[in-house]
C-alpha cells in the first residue's frame, strides 16, 4: 500500500482544532432557561437521544478524515517480473570406462567428473540439459530436460561397470548429437569428457564431429587425467581390486580434431580443480541470453473510502434531522 499525493495527509492535522472547538463548545453550553430546580431531570431515564447527542460530530471527523486519506489516493502496489530466456540445448558427454575410476583425482575421476558436472549444471538457468554415457557402448541416461534436481540426481547415480567396458568416443559422441538433432534451440553445444583413446564401437570419432558441425553443434572436449603415470584399478582373478601405476593415455589429437571441426575448444584437466575451472570457462563462454521485464500495476483505493465517508455524512444528517430533530 503506498500513496500517491502523501503530502495532503498533512490537512489530517485540521482534525485536532475541529475536536478542540466542538470539546469548547460544548463545555461553554448552548441557550438556556431558568427553572427552579434540575433534581427531576437528573433522575429521568436517558433515552436513545442522548447517547446520540455525539454521533453527528464524530461521523463528521470520521468522514473528514476518510475524504483527505482518499484525496491522498491510496493505491495498492502489484510488482511482476517477466522473465524471457533464451536457453542453449546443452548435453553432456561422460566416459564411464573403468579407468574413470583411476584415482590421480579425488577421490577419482568419474566422482570428480559428476561433482563438477553437478555444479554446472545448478549454474545453468533457462537451459535444457541431457546426459549421454559412454564406455564401450553409449547410452542415454537423460533426455534434454530442464529438471535439474532429476538431472542432478540421475548423474550422481552414474557408475562404471553398467554397460560393456571400452572407450567409444565415436558413439558418446553420436548418441549426444542424436538427442540434439530434432532441438530448436538457437545454440546447441556438447561438453565430451573422456579419459582415453577411442578403441570400440561402431561409429568414427571424427565423422561423429563432422555430423555435428553440419548440424551446428558445437562441441567441447575434455581430457582427463593427469601427465605422466596414475593409480588404475585392475581384478585380480578372485574379483579383488587393487591399482597399478600405469600410463595415461589420451587421444589428445582426436580430441582436439573434435573441438576444432565443430568450433568448439580443447581442454586437459590433470586434476579436479583444473576440471573445475574447464566447466566455469565453458559456463563463461556459453550465456544464455535472459531479459527480465519489471512491471508494476498500481490500483487505486480511493473510491471505497470515498463512497464511506459519503455514507458517513448522510448518517449524521439523518441522526441530526430526525433522532435529534430539536424545536427552534
Known sequence: ??????????????????????????LQGGAAIRISSVAGARNAPRTVRYWLRHAPFVLRVAAVVLMIVALARPQDVE???????????????????????????????????????????????????????????????????????????????????????????GNGLATAIN??????????????????????????????????????????????????????????????????????????QTLEQIAETTSGRYFRATDRQSLKEIYDEINAMEKSKVEVTDLTIYHEQFLPLLLLAIGLLVAEFLIEKIVLKRIP
Open 1 to 26: 500500500m503506498k500513496f500517491a499525493n502523501p503530502y495532503l495527509l498533512w490537512l489530517l492535522a485540521l482534525v485536532v482544532p475541529m475536536v478542540a472547538y466542538y470539546i469548547y463548545r460544548t
Open 79 to 169: 510488482e511482476q517480473s517477466r522473465t524471457n530466456a533464451e536457453g542453449i540445448d546443452i548435453m553432456l558427454a561422460i566416459d564411464i570406462s573403468s579407468s574413470m575410476l583411476a584415482r590421480d583425482f579425488q577421490p577419482d575421476r568419474l566422482t570428480a567428473a559428476k561433482e563438477v558436472a553437478a555444479e554446472f549444471i545448478a549454474d545453468r538457468y533457462g537451459d535444457r540439459i541431457g546426459l549421454a554415457l559412454f564406455a564401450g557402448e553409449s547410452f542415454t541416461q537423460s533426455p534434454l530436460t530442464t529438471d535439474k534436481g532429476t538431472l542432478q540426481t540421475l548423474l550422481m547415480r552414474l557408475r562404471s561397470g553398467i554397460i560393456e567396458d571400452g572407450t567409444a568416443i
Open 179 to 252: 538427442r540434439l538433432r530434432e532441438s530448436d534451440a538457437k545454440s546447441k553445444v556438447i561438453i565430451l569428457l573422456t579419459d582415453g583413446v577411442n578403441n570400440r564401437g561402431e561409429i568414427a570419432p571424427l565423422m561423429a564431429a563432422e555430423i555435428a558441425a553440419d548440424m551446428g553443434i558445437k562441441v567441447y572436449t575434455i581430457g582427463v587425467g593427469t601427465r605422466g603415470k596414475a593409480p588404475y584399478p585392475a581384478v585380480d582373478m578372485f574379483g579383488n581390486m587393487s591399482f597399478q601405476m600405469m600410463d595415461v593415455e589420451i587421444d589428445e
